[in-house]
């Protein structure tokens, strides 16, 4: 399974930006995707999950009420809707997707390359 990521970039303080994140491969079923960021110097920070057919998500406090995650599944793809945007979200923004290889049965957890936000003040 193979992920790209798209959608980063500079934005102003306030703005929006979304990220999507899509998977490709052959016979796999996905259990859940989200994203994590990552800013240098600081540890890895879940922001937001999302599980098989949209039905559960969960969001980081730091940005509950300005992120939503959600995915099309016909897709494989999920997407990060970031509103409000604060120089604090600056970060490298890396999906992650877990699920099923149905050719061997077994489970991955794979990562996008990731995808920079930048946020001036």
């Known amino acids: 399974v193979q992920l790209v990521e798209s959608g980063g970039g500079l934005v102003q303080a306030g703005g929006s930006l979304r990220l999507s994140c899509t998977a490709s491969?052959?016979?796999?079923?996905?259990?859940?995707m989200g994203w994590v960021r990552q800013t240098p110097g600081k540890q890895r920070e879940l922001v937001a999950t999302?599980?098989?057919?949209?039905?559960?998500?969960n969001i980081a406090d730091s940005v509950k009420g300005r992120f939503t995650i959600s995915r099309d599944n016909a897709k494989n793809t999920a997407y990060l809707q970031m509103n409000s945007l604060k120089p604090e979200d600056t970060a490298v923004y890396f999906c992650?997707?877990?699920?099923?290889?149905?050719?061997?049965?077994?489970?991955?957890?794979?990562w996008g390359q990731g995808a920079l936000v930048t946020v001036s003040s």
């Open positions: 992650n997707v877990k699920g099923v290889d149905h050719a061997t049965s077994r489970l991955f957890d794979v």
């Open positions: 491969g052959s016979r796999f079923g996905i259990t859940a």
């Open positions: 999302i599980t098989s057919g949209g039905g559960s998500t």
